[in-house]
């Protein structure tokens, strides 16, 4: 049995390192973010001189780079922290993971108070604990929001937030929120938008060009020299280009691609490995991002698979059209209120459902058209953006069915 791990430490890799291919890795330098760097570096850099800045909203779709930009950042900004012993702090929160307003700010008090138990605490408690630390130590505390859109409780939290500003002589609480989605900041309650959203940043999606000189930049440090193929880095790129720009797409594909080659006791990445790792990572994507959904934003996307799956009921009635992959953003509100009854869900209103399906389409999942007057007036045409099949298995997981 030892010799299994034997042979693992002694067979041959198209690697050098392949935490460099990891989404995780955060490189010194971010090629084609370079201005939104710049624009976020001069919002928080008043920070340092204990001047008020303004609340950041960030939005883009998946993998254009908003959280390794910041992440970057918050890098630098700790640098020069520790340069100049500037009374600045900051935590970075993966609401992903801390999806209600009290996780949040448990984590926020363990950053201020580590080691001290806060488990079991109320929320009021460890609001205190953080309005301490700021005050005592007349701190620019900045706390980012990854994932802004699933806080549960958000109105709430930025409430209390906000309210932390007045209550504080000394130091000051600032935020940046991230999120995917582009209606996420319509749902808010006024008062929370005003907070959160003082200033505001889209990330637009990689071009080709720009995703192929990103690979190069993760190929030089992940792979051997000579290990990949220029071809094959083009054609990661191209295909990444065509899902939407995500830059995690082109590295996860440059990743498997380099695992299968591995596999089969190749030396170099070519543009047939990229092709087979295409088939398995389209799938690993989808998993990824319905997994990061919403509840009623699933729903939603189930009752558009399903109806993928049984053909269009308006265009079978009307005659109008003849790909039944086509749907009318009706016929999905219907489902997915029907859906709803299902599972014992409180259906949203028709304005949330379009909120949810520009979620979807700005994360890649669907495309959406408007039709024109030429069928049934101006309506809103839905097509699902990834094989049906593929996106049912996921969420057929999801829901038991």
Known sequence: MDDIFESELKKATVFQDRNVLSQSYIPETLPHRE????????????????????????????????????????????????????SVDFIYVNCHNCNTKYQVMLKCAEYCAPGKPFIGYPFSHLFEEVKKKVQDNDTSFLIVLDEVDKVKDIDELMYTLTRA???????????????????FKEQLDPRSKSTLCEEEMVFPPYNATELESILRQRGELGFKQGAIDESAINLAAALAAQESGDARYALKLILKAGQIADDLKEKRVTDSHVQIASEGVEEEIVYEIINTLPEHQKIVLYAITLLTEDGSRMSKLDGSMDEDAVLYSGEVYDKYRGLCKVYGKKARTARWCRDYLNDLDMMGLITTSISGKGIRGNTTLIQLAYPQEKVKRVLEKHFNA
Do not use: Q
């Open 165 to 183: 500003n007045d209550e504080l002589d000394h130091g000051r609480i600032s935020l940046i929120g991230i999120t995917n989605s582009v209606g």
């Open 35 to 86: 201005k939104e760097i710049e624009r976020m570096m001069k919002t928080l850099a008043p920070m340092l001189s204990k001047k008020i800045i303004h609340n950041l909203f960030i939005y883009g779709k998946t993998g254009t780079g908003k959280s390794s930009s910041t992440r970057h950042i918050l890098n630098r900004l700790g640098d020069v922290r520790e340069k100049y012993d500037a």
